[in-house]
């Protein structure tokens, strides 16, 4: 697998560690909006965008930070609020991901009410991580 493919499952892996009782969505094809959100929330990990790459000529290496969108969804703003937290615990333990990237850093969320089947007022947010990640062939 490519580098980017690989710290993104990592990411989706850590996510999933963090939020046991959640459905953690993405990469599979199987993130369709929601028809309820479940009593441990959702979790959907999007591929994000790599960005162009900073050049390093000697020895050549790009160097990419790329933005990964993250949409959580629960069924309260305390639960949102303890999957915020949760996260964030986890990518302060292992801002590398075992060595895959160089560094993690998610930016706050604002949350906002979204709609859903289930209930009238559910709340969510788009979360965005920050992988920094080298690699010494764009495609790899």
């Keep these: 697998m490519s ?63 790329h933005r990964v969108p993250v949409e959580l969804l629960a069924n309260d703003e305390a ?5 915020l937290v949760a996260i964030g615990n986890a990518v302060e333990a292992d801002r590398t991901l075992g060595g895959l990237c160089d560094w993690l850093e998610p930016i706050a969320p604002e949350t906002d009410v979204i709609a859903a089947d289930n209930a009238a007022a559910q709340r969510g947010c788009e979360l965005l991580i920050i992988a920094s990640y080298v690699t010494t062939n764009p495609l790899t």
């Design 3 to 65: 580098r980017r493919l690989d710290v993104l499952s990592a990411l989706k892996a850590l996510i999933a560690a963090a939020l046991p009782n959640a459905d953690v969505l993405g990469l599979d094809n199987d993130a369709s909006p929601p028809a309820r959100i479940y009593p441990g929330g959702r979790a959907i990990v999007r591929s994000g965008d790599p960005g162009e790459p900073d050049i390093d000529l000697s020895p050549l290496a790009y160097n990419y930070g």
């Design 79 to 83: 639960m949102l609020d303890a999957m």
